[in-house]
């Protein structure tokens, strides 16, 4: 036996009286090496845009990383990961356990960091004229300062998802070094770096000459994050024992490597999806989607694939304009010319995900050759997952492995199959990997947070045109950090698309700056806008397509004006109320004529409005549509609101249907009232709330016209619910009419100039009008002395934000390596949020089976991982934070988690049951059930697919 082929790697779960079943380390670093070598063969696309990043020729990298990635677990051949599984080392060793060790716990991954750093030169003398140490010796050069970062030994031994303890790792030494890593352990790691060397010799010498390799620089921060990812990519793949069965009794390498760990990875890479889909031919507007093109479409269709390069592009234009068309229009061109394998969508809300993934599953395959089938992934909704894609990654049936430590222990030493589990369990994040994602943004602005394995969702979006809508909806916070994801994104050589209605020119310089210093290798605020720059963000034309481009020597920034539609030009009469009583009538009679959507600023006023209306408006025609559903009936709510008021819907449909919803139908919903009312909110948000106002042509009973073309003959008149601005304005001026709203919008400085720049006009002009309202109230600070308090407060939160952004980002220019900044496991959102304010509980609602034994999910799915995410609904933590299970056996509830992806470890999980007055259907008017809240008070809950989810504090 050689002196490595004792060492294991991998092990199931140890069973009563049944033998260790594992499997050896060397396999394992060949499995996860072959995966490399096999992804990097095939996908040649992925290897040049990695060979241009590294700063290495194609030859020279695909070998280089090749060898990395078999050294990824060499901390394993510690002694202190090898103790870990004593029924192993009693089979593998002879003996029932190593000798005693440091009690210091450390992890392998930082393990295998020390072991480099101590004894990668004898590794490399010992490998002569190996092409392995001839690369080596290159590298090394590129390190001539002693205090320069071997970014590559960070991005490979990182790959559990975080950058490794280098403070640990640096502070191992004399008496702890002896007792991490004995003679035994060197002596076996030596030896298989030796013979797993020339394994790679012999198969790369077939193809390539060694002596042509070349090395240009060091291995770059900003690229060392990528490879980072690309190491957790493949250690995912070759960890998976569908592809890479365990063994564990010796054969040479070069056999294993032939007959094993080669065609084990040609098979993984073939059935995982995650060779990207084939690029599909240069499409017009016409081809594409079947109608004639904008004018905005028709300067898309002009933009030459051959000559696009890494780029901005920002457009502005009105709701309905076919914003996402032309976005599509642009990947389509930037994909056909090699500089991007897919598209990743993000929008604002769940709400508008789901609109979108309608959307884009009947589009997204004119994005790829016709003989491909690629993957389309929806990262809220686990139902519309494409169930080819959903399966592709260690499924759940494998969790075989978990820990080989107790939990107790200092250090958790999950296998990596287990962290790949947990982290697929949620499939929002999955996306990052399809061909094409679609979801809520803030899982690309989990990228570039403190999180674990974000650097494989750089991986993931590096490869992708980004699409960001609503972009405008940002708040200070979210906007810094969207900022550093186009920052990273250019500095990858990647292009994104931003929309927006309407997009105030402090945001878009920002951004566009962010991209520049990206593109330019610059960190944040080390790049200055020219005057010429400055002019081309600051065109006041509407709407406008503007690209930004940098260049090695210079940027270009090209603003082009474009006419709007011809369709969506309109005049929209506008009238204010006053009271919540003149708003509930003027529901109530623009019912008689129509459909009739009011946009309310808060769930509970939203619930208000329902409850008064109930006794007016027939039960089957008002429908309540908010964020506190169960994922499964938010859905059908949805669904629902589309077919009353879609682009579809004909006027018998139409007649008397009235919608009191939430900020969930102002964003990316193609529908269409005959009436909108609103609540005072500020001037973007009103007008992406007026569009949902006559937004298709039709006659006067709301029939639509042919081709959404010819005259609209309703009346469009849009009602904004505000107080009036009389003097003198009071400090309460807003929160009087909205107690609950001024926590939403609690720039009241901001809503009186919204309601002041509508007080001047009774008629709206658009597409005109749109700049100019955003303008007089985004570039003013004139404000009521009243309101200053309020200004002043949001000032002072947006500089915190600020300052809370960057604290929490990781920095393009520090490289994968860790900094003082804690790094969240898996998406603690209270560590590493996308989203400030408040923070949320997920809550999963459960139910008895009809015989009382077991718990089951409140939504229905043949697959119960994603019943329960059909099952989920988000609350304020502070509401409910814990557990309340009184009188419900503890075998049920353990039976109920296991058959969640997350064992239920990251939902707060309430048991509902009927009201006395009803039965055991999911139909039923009201169901209750119990929780805490965060001062651990008891709070009854109630939930019916009518109203959604309440709550009150058990007396």
Same mark, same amino acid.
């Given at each position: 036996?050689?002196?490595?082929?004792?060492?294991?790697?991998?092990?199931?779960?140890?069973?009563?009286?049944?033998?260790?079943?594992?499997?050896?380390?060397?396999?394992?670093?060949?499995?996860?090496?072959?995966?490399?070598?096999?992804?990097?063969?095939?996908?040649?696309?992925? !290897?040049?845009?990695?060979?241009?990043?590294?700063?290495?020729?194609?030859?020279?990298?695909?070998?280089?990383?090749?060898?990395?990635?078999?050294?990824?677990?060499?901390?394993? /051949?510690?002694?202190?990961?090898?103790?870990? &599984? @004593?029924?192993?080392?009693?089979?593998?060793?002879?003996?029932?356990?190593?000798?005693?060790?440091?009690?210091?716990?450390?992890?392998?991954?930082?393990?295998?960091?020390?072991?480099?750093?101590?004894?990668?030169?004898?590794?490399?003398?010992?490998?002569?004229?190996?092409?392995?140490?001839?690369?080596?010796?290159?590298?090394?050069?590129?390190?001539?300062?002693? @205090?320069?970062?071997?970014?590559?030994?960070?991005?490979?031994?990182?790959? +559990?998802?975080?950058?490794?303890?280098?403070?640990?790792?640096?502070?191992?030494?004399?008496?702890?070094?002896?007792?991490?890593?004995?003679?035994?352990?060197?002596?076996?790691?030596?030896?298989?770096?030796?013979?797993?060397?020339?394994?790679?010799?012999?198969?790369?010498?077939?193809?390539?000459?060694?002596?042509?390799?070349?090395?240009?620089?060091?291995?770059?921060?900003?690229?060392?994050?990528?490879?980072?990812?690309?190491?957790?990519?493949?250690?995912?793949?070759?960890?998976?024992?569908?592809?890479?069965?365990?063994?564990?009794?010796?054969?040479?390498?070069?056999?294993?490597?032939?007959?094993?760990?080669?065609?084990?990875?040609?098979?993984?890479?073939?059935?995982?999806?995650?060779?990207?889909?084939?690029?599909?031919?240069?499409?017009?507007?016409?081809?594409?989607?079947?109608?004639?093109?904008?004018?905005?479409?028709?300067?898309?269709?002009?933009?030459?694939?051959?000559?696009?390069?890494?780029?901005?592009?920002?457009?502005?234009?009105?709701?309905?304009?076919?914003?996402?068309?032309?976005?599509?229009?642009?990947?389509?061109?930037?994909?056909?010319?090699?500089?991007?394998?897919?598209?990743?969508?993000?929008?604002?809300?769940?709400?508008?995900?789901?609109?979108?993934?309608?959307?884009?599953?009947?589009?997204?395959?004119?994005?790829?050759?016709?003989?491909?089938?690629?993957?389309?992934?929806?990262?809220?909704?686990?139902?519309? /997952?494409?169930?080819?894609?959903? #399966?592709?990654? *260690?499924?759940?049936?494998?969790?075989?492995?978990?820990?080989?430590?107790?939990?107790?222990?200092?250090?958790?030493?999950?296998?990596?199959?287990?962290?790949?589990? !947990?982290?697929?369990?949620?499939?929002?994040?999955?996306?990052?990997?399809?061909?094409?994602?679609?979801?809520?943004?803030?899982?690309?602005?989990?990228?570039?947070?403190?999180?674990?394995?974000?650097?494989?969702?750089?991986? =993931?979006?590096? &490869?992708?045109?980004?699409?960001?809508?609503?972009?405008?909806?940002?708040?200070?916070?979210?906007?810094?950090?969207?900022? #550093?994801?186009?920052?990273?994104?250019?500095?990858?050589?990647?292009?994104?698309?931003?929309?927006?209605?309407?997009?105030?020119?402090?945001?878009?310089?920002?951004?566009?700056?962010?991209?520049?210093? =990206?593109?330019?290798?610059?960190?944040?605020?080390?790049?200055?806008?020219?005057?010429?720059?400055?002019?081309?963000?600051?065109?006041?034309?509407?709407?406008?397509?503007?690209?930004?481009?940098?260049?090695?020597?210079?940027?270009?920034?090209?603003?082009?004006?474009?006419?709007?539609?011809?369709?969506?030009?309109?005049?929209?009469?506008?009238?204010?109320?006053?009271? #919540?009583?003149?708003?509930?009538?003027?529901?109530?009679?623009?019912?008689?004529?129509?459909?009739?959507?009011?946009?309310?600023?808060? *769930?509970?006023?939203?619930?208000?409005?329902?409850?008064?209306?109930?006794?007016?408006?027939?039960?089957?025609?008002?429908?309540?549509?908010?964020?506190?559903?169960?994922?499964?009936? !938010?859905?059908?709510?949805?669904?629902?609101?589309?077919?009353?008021?879609?682009?579809?819907?004909?006027?018998?449909?139409?007649? =008397?249907?009235?919608?009191?919803?939430?900020?969930?139908?102002?964003?990316?919903?193609?529908?269409?009232?005959?009436?909108?009312?609103?609540?005072?909110?500020?001037?973007?948000?009103?007008?992406?709330?007026?569009?949902?106002?006559? !937004?298709?042509?039709?006659?006067?009973?709301?029939?639509?016209?042919?081709?959404?073309?010819?005259? @609209?003959?309703?009346?469009? *008149?849009?009602?904004?619910?505000?107080?009036?601005?009389?003097?003198?304005?009071?400090?309460?001026?807003?929160?009087?009419?909205?107690?609950?709203?001024?926590?939403?919008?609690?720039?009241?400085?901001?809503?009186?100039?919204?309601?002041?720049?509508?007080?001047?006009?009774?008629?709206? *002009?658009?597409?005109?009008?749109?700049?100019?309202?955003?303008?007089?109230?985004?570039?003013?600070?004139?404000?009521?002395?009243?309101?200053?308090? +309020?200004?002043?407060?949001?000032?002072?939160?947006?500089?915190?934000?600020?300052?809370?952004?960057?604290?929490?980002?990781?920095?393009?220019?520090?490289?994968?390596?860790?900094?003082?900044?804690?790094?969240?496991?898996?998406?603690?959102? &209270?560590?590493?949020?996308?989203?400030?304010?408040?923070?949320?509980?997920?809550?999963?609602?459960?139910?008895?089976?009809?015989?009382?034994?077991?718990?089951?999910?409140?939504?229905?799915?043949?697959?119960?991982?994603?019943?329960? &995410?059909?099952?989920?609904?988000?609350?304020?933590?502070?509401?409910?934070?814990?557990?309340?299970?009184?009188?419900?056996?503890?075998?049920?509830?353990?039976?109920?988690?296991?058959?969640?992806?997350?064992?239920?470890?990251?939902?707060?999980?309430?048991?509902?049951?009927?009201?006395?007055? =009803?039965?055991?259907?999911?139909?039923?008017?009201?169901?209750?059930?119990?929780?805490?809240?965060?001062?651990?008070?008891?709070?009854?809950?109630?939930?019916?697919?009518?109203?959604?989810?309440?709550?009150?504090?058990?007396?």
């Amino acid at each position: 036996m050689s002196s490595y082929g004792n060492y294991w790697a991998k092990a199931r779960k140890a069973a009563e009286n049944q033998p260790a079943v594992y499997h050896l380390l060397p396999y394992h670093l060949l499995d996860v090496a072959a995966v490399g070598y096999t992804l990097l063969e095939q996908d040649t696309r992925l !290897r040049k845009r990695l060979a241009d990043l590294c700063g290495m020729e194609e030859d020279a990298l695909h070998l280089w990383l090749v060898f990395m990635l078999a050294l990824h677990d060499v901390g394993k /051949f510690s002694q202190q990961f090898q103790q870990m &599984r @004593d029924d192993i080392v009693t089979e593998c060793f002879h003996q029932h356990s190593l000798r005693s060790i440091s009690p210091q716990k450390i992890h392998h991954t930082t393990l295998g960091y020390a072991l480099w750093k101590f004894y990668h030169q004898t590794w490399f003398h010992a490998l002569k004229d190996n092409p392995c140490a001839m690369l080596w010796k290159q590298i090394e050069q590129c390190y001539t300062e002693a @205090d320069t970062p071997n970014f590559w030994i960070h991005a490979i031994m990182g790959h +559990h998802g975080k950058p490794i303890e280098l403070g640990q790792a640096n502070s191992i030494r004399g008496k702890q070094r002896s007792d991490c890593f004995s003679e035994q352990n060197v002596e076996a790691a030596s030896a298989f770096v030796v013979d797993m060397s020339e394994v790679f010799a012999d198969l790369f010498n077939e193809q390539i000459d060694a002596d042509q390799f070349f090395v240009k620089t060091p291995l770059s921060p900003a690229a060392s994050w990528v490879v980072a990812g690309f190491a957790v990519l493949c250690d995912w793949l070759g960890s998976d024992e569908r592809y890479f069965p365990y063994k564990s009794d010796e054969i040479s390498l070069v056999e294993y490597w032939k007959n094993y760990a080669n065609l084990n990875a040609q098979k993984a890479i073939s059935q995982s999806g995650v060779i990207p889909a084939k690029p599909g031919e240069v499409k017009t507007t016409a081809q594409w989607f079947g109608f004639p093109p904008s004018p905005l479409q028709e300067y898309a269709e002009s933009i030459s694939p051959l000559a696009l390069e890494p780029a901005l592009y920002i457009i502005e234009d009105l709701t309905g304009s076919g914003k996402t068309e032309t976005a599509l229009l642009l990947a389509n061109r930037i994909i056909t010319a090699g500089n991007a394998d897919g598209i990743m969508v993000a929008l604002p809300t769940m709400a508008t995900s789901d609109a979108m993934y309608e959307r884009l599953a009947e589009q997204y395959q004119g994005l790829f050759a016709k003989d491909t089938a690629p993957s389309l992934a929806l990262t809220h909704s686990a139902a519309k /997952f494409h169930e080819g894609f959903r #399966e592709t990654l *260690v499924p759940p049936e494998h969790w075989q492995d978990d820990s080989y430590s107790p939990k107790t222990k200092e250090i958790d030493e999950s296998s990596i199959s287990a962290v790949c589990n !947990r982290w697929f369990a949620d499939y929002r994040k999955k996306s990052v990997l399809a061909d094409v994602g679609v979801g809520t943004i803030d899982q690309i602005l989990l990228s570039v947070l403190h999180s674990t394995h974000q650097s494989l969702r750089l991986f =993931g979006l590096s &490869r992708k045109v980004i699409i960001a809508d609503e972009i405008h909806a940002n708040d200070t916070y979210m906007h810094k950090l969207l900022c #550093e994801v186009l920052r990273f994104h250019a500095a990858f050589g990647g292009s994104a698309v931003l929309l927006s209605a309407t997009l105030p020119i402090g945001m878009k310089r920002e951004l566009s700056q962010a991209f520049i210093e =990206g593109a330019r290798g610059l960190e944040s605020g080390k790049y200055a806008l020219s005057d010429t720059e400055n002019a081309g963000l600051s065109h006041t034309a509407y709407p406008l397509f503007t690209t930004v481009q940098s260049y090695s020597t210079h940027e270009t920034i090209d603003a082009k004006p474009f006419p709007a539609r011809n369709s969506l030009r309109r005049r929209v009469q506008h009238k204010f109320l006053r009271s #919540e009583k003149e708003a509930l009538q003027r529901v109530v009679e623009a019912s008689q004529s129509g459909c009739v959507l009011w946009i309310r600023n808060t *769930v509970s006023d939203a619930m208000a409005a329902f409850a008064e209306l109930q006794d007016q408006i027939a039960n089957s025609h008002l429908t309540l549509f908010h964020a506190r559903f169960a994922l499964q009936d !938010r859905l059908a709510i949805g669904k629902k609101v589309l077919k009353l008021a879609g682009k579809q819907s004909v006027g018998k449909e139409r007649l =008397g249907r009235v919608v009191i919803a939430t900020q969930v139908a102002e964003q990316s919903l193609d529908v269409d009232f005959d009436c909108v009312i609103t609540d005072l909110a500020p001037m973007d948000v009103l007008l992406q709330r007026m569009g949902r106002l006559c !937004r298709h042509k039709r006659d006067a009973q709301g029939i639509m016209h042919p081709n959404n073309t010819g005259n @609209d003959q309703r009346k469009a *008149v849009w009602y904004v619910l505000a107080p009036p601005l009389t003097e003198p304005i009071a400090e309460n001026w807003y929160s009087a009419l909205f107690p609950n709203g001024r926590y939403v919008y609690q720039n009241h400085a901001q809503l009186w100039r919204t309601a002041r720049a509508l007080e001047h006009r009774s008629e709206l *002009v658009m597409p005109e009008d749109a700049r100019t309202l955003i303008n007089e109230v985004f570039n003013s600070a004139e404000e009521p002395e009243a309101l200053v308090k +309020h200004s002043d407060a949001v000032f002072k939160e947006s500089g915190i934000q600020k300052q809370q952004a960057r604290q929490n980002i990781v920095k393009l220019h520090d490289g994968y390596q860790r900094t003082t900044q804690s790094w969240a496991e898996g998406d603690d959102m &209270r560590i590493t949020p996308t989203r400030l304010g408040e923070e949320s509980t997920t809550v999963r609602l459960a139910h008895w089976n009809d015989d009382h034994t077991a718990l089951i999910p409140w939504a229905k799915h043949n697959d119960p991982g994603i019943a329960w &995410r059909l099952s989920e609904v988000s609350v304020r933590r502070r509401v409910i934070a814990e557990e309340y299970h009184d009188n419900i056996p503890k075998t049920v509830l353990d039976a109920a988690f296991e058959t969640m992806p997350d064992k239920g470890a990251n939902a707060v999980t309430i048991v509902l049951s009927p009201s006395a007055s =009803g039965s055991s259907s999911n139909e039923m008017e009201q169901w209750m059930g119990s929780a805490l809240n965060l001062s651990r008070e008891l709070v009854n809950v109630e939930y019916s697919t009518k109203h959604g989810l309440m709550w009150k504090k058990a007396k």
